[in-house]
């Protein structure tokens, strides 16, 4: 018993750790881009980020910006174990999720 009680905060600790890495990551390719942090398991998730990147940002830039966060998330996957799926959020939605309080669409990445 008292090993499963030491479990839990040490997933709860790395996970957070695995996390910021990941946020902190984004904010150095993106630094004005606005992340919102989902500790919410659904399956095998661990984490979620919703990204909202700069309008102005190209969308080669945009492509580039997406595809380094997703090597990163598959990196932390590979090394600690932790499935943290990252989302974007883009200002014009079409035929995408839509989150009702922001109005943009929603995408995973």
Not at 35 to 64: C, K, M, N, P
Request: aromatic share 6%; hydrophobic share 40%; with cysteine.
């Amino acid at each position: 018993m008292a090993q499963r009680t030491r479990t839990r905060p040490d997933y709860r600790t790395r996970l957070d750790a695995a996390v910021t890495a990941l946020s902190l990551f984004i904010r150095d390719l993106c630094p004005e881009a606005q992340l919102e942090v989902s500790f919410v398991r659904y399956e095998d998730e661990d984490a979620h980020i919703w990204v909202s990147l700069s309008s102005t940002l190209s969308d080669e830039g945009r492509e580039q910006v997406v595809n380094q966060i997703a090597e990163k998330s598959l990196d932390i996957l590979l090394a600690e174990g932790f499935l943290i799926l990252v989302g974007l959020e883009e200002p014009a939605p079409n035929s995408s999720e839509v989150d009702q309080g922001s109005g943009q669409a929603r995408h995973s990445l």
